[in-house]
C-alpha cells in the first residue's frame, strides 16, 4: 500500500504518543483519583490540539523538504482534515460516555480511570481497523463504495435518533451482562471485581468498562471509513485518528457539564457523514478537493455549535 510513512516518521509518531500518554496518565492523575475541573480539563484540552498541530506542523516541514511543496501541502491539508473530522466525530463519544457515566451513577473520581482504559482501547482498536481498512482498498477498490454508503446510512440513521435518548434497559450488550455475570450494586472504590473464584463478583465499573469498549468499537467502525475518504495512507490515517482520541479524556471532562449546550450538534456531524459518505460514492466520477472537504466540515460543526448556543434546547414539558 502507498504511504509516506518510513521508519523515522513510524518511530517519531509512536515515540511522541508514547511520551504524551505517560505525561497525560501521571500529571493529569497527579494526586490520586480526583474530579476535574473545568479549567485543568480546559488546559489539557488546548494543549492536545497543539500537540496535534505541531506534528502537523513538523510533517509538512519534513514532506516539503523530502519531496516538495506540493506534496508537503497535500499531506498536510489531509492531516489537517483527517483531524478534524475524527475530532468532531469524538464529540458523539463523548455524549454516548456521559450517558454511561449518569446511568451507572459513576463517582467523579472513578471516571478518570474508566476513560483511560476508553483511551487507550480506542488506540488499539482503530490501528487494527485502519491497517485493514488500508489493505482491504488496496485489493478491493470498490469497498470504496461499501464505505460510502454505510457512512450515508449512518449519518441519516444518526439524523433521525438525534435528540432521542437510547433506552439503556433494551442494550443487549448490557441485558447479556447482567443475566450472565455475577454482579454486586455498589462500587468498591475503583476495583473492577471483589472476591476471587468462582465467588468472584463484578462491579458496575467493570459493566461500564465494557460498554466503553463496545462504544469504543461502534464509533471505530463509524469513523475509520470517514477519515479514507480524505485519504487512503495508513500514515495520516493513523496518525490523525490518533491525535484525534489522545485528547478524548480531557475533552470529556470540559464538555460533560454542559453537553446539553450542543444538542445541535448530533444533527451536524450526521450531515458530515453524509458529505463524506456522497465523497466516497463519487470517487471515481468526481474527486471533491481536500481543502473543500475540509471548508465543508468546518463550516457545518461551527454552524451547529453557534446554532446550539444561539437556540437553547426547549425544556421538556412534565
Known sequence: ????????????????????????????????????????????????????????????????????????????????????????????????????????????????RVLVFGVLGAIVLRAIMIFIGAALIVRFHWILYVFGAFLLLTGIKMWMAAGKAPDMDKNPVLRWITGHLPLVRRYHGEALWIGQG???????????????????????????????AITTDPFIVLTSNVFAVLGLRAMFFMLAGMADRFHLLPYGLSLVLCFIGTKMLLVDVFKIPVGVSLGVVAAVIATTVVLSLKRPPVAESG
Not at 497525560?24 to 480546559?42: Q, S
Not at 457515566?101 to 463517582?107: A, E, H, M, R, S
Not at 463478583?201 to 479514507?228: E, G, N, W
Open 198 to 228: 468462582s465467588r468472584r463478583k463484578y462491579t458496575p465499573l467493570f459493566v461500564v468498562l465494557v460498554m466503553i469498549a463496545v462504544t469504543d468499537v461502534i464509533f471505530a467502525v463509524d469513523s475509520i471509513p470517514a477519515i479514507f
Open 1 to 112: 500500500m502507498d504511504t509516506i510513512g518510513n521508519p523515522w516518521l513510524w518511530g517519531g509518531f509512536f515515540l511522541v504518543v508514547v511520551v504524551a500518554l505517560l505525561a497525560d496518565l501521571v500529571l493529569m492523575r497527579h494526586g490520586g483519583p480526583h474530579k476535574v475541573t473545568f479549567r485543568e480539563a480546559l488546559y489539557w484540552s488546548i494543549g492536545w490540539v497543539l500537540l496535534a498541530l505541531a506534528f502537523n506542523a513538523g510533517l509538512w516541514w519534513y514532506m516539503v523538504e523530502t519531496a516538495g511543496p506540493v506534496v508537503g501541502n497535500r499531506v498536510g491539508l489531509e492531516f489537517l482534515t483527517g483531524y478534524l473530522v475524527e475530532k468532531a466525530l469524538a464529540v458523539d463519544n463523548i455524549f454516548v460516555f456521559l450517558m454511561l457515566f449518569t446511568y451507572f451513577g459513576v463517582p467523579a473520581h472513578s471516571q478518570q
